[in-house]
C-alpha cells in the first residue's frame, strides 16, 4: 500500500513562496504518474499540477500556470511543489496524489489510487 505524505504548508504573505513536498513510501514514484489537488475553504477539491510517471510532461491549472512549478524526483521518492507569488486564492489544503491507471483525464480526482492528507496553505497579511 503506497502512503503519500506532504509537507512544507504555512503561513505566507502575498507575493511570498513556499516550496511543498510529497514523499512517498510502500512504492516508488517511478511507478506513478502524480497530481496536486487543493481545496480552498468552503469549495470543492480542484485540480492545480500533474507530472507524468516518465517526469516528461507537465500540467498546469490556468489559475498557477507560471507561478507554480511541479517536479519529481525518483532518487528521493519525493514529488516538489515551488509556488511563487502566492496570493490570498491560493489559501486551501493541498493534496497529493498518485495513480497508475489511466482511464481517466488527469484533472480528474477520481482518477488517483493515493492520497496523502493534505497541507495547509495560508496566504495573508
Known amino acids: 500500500q503506497v502512503q503519500l505524505i506532504e509537507s512544507g504548508g504555512g503561513l505566507v504573505q502575498p507575493g511570498g513562496s513556499l516550496r511543498l513536498s510529497c514523499t512517498a513510501s510502500?512504492?516508488?514514484?517511478?511507478?506513478?504518474?502524480v497530481g496536486w489537488f487543493r481545496q480552498p475553504p468552503g469549495k470543492e477539491r480542484q485540480f492545480v499540477t500533474y507530472?507524468?510517471?516518465?517526469?516528461?510532461?507537465?500540467y498546469y491549472a490556468n489559475s498557477v500556470r507560471g507561478r507554480f512549478t511541479i517536479s519529481k524526483d525518483n532518487a528521493d521518492n519525493t514529488v516538489y511543489l515551488q509556488m511563487n507569488n502566492l496570493n490570498p486564492d491560493d489559501t486551501a489544503i493541498y493534496f497529493c496524489?498518485?495513480?497508475?491507471?489511466?482511464?481517466?483525464?488527469?484533472?480528474?480526482?477520481?482518477?488517483?489510487?493515493?492520497w496523502g492528507r493534505g497541507t495547509q496553505v495560508t496566504v495573508s497579511e
Open positions: 496524489a498518485a495513480r497508475n491507471d489511466f482511464r481517466r483525464a488527469h484533472i480528474d480526482p477520481r482518477g488517483y489510487n493515493y
Open positions: 507530472i507524468t510517471q516518465g517526469s516528461d510532461t507537465t
Open positions: 510502500g512504492g516508488t514514484f517511478a511507478d506513478y504518474a
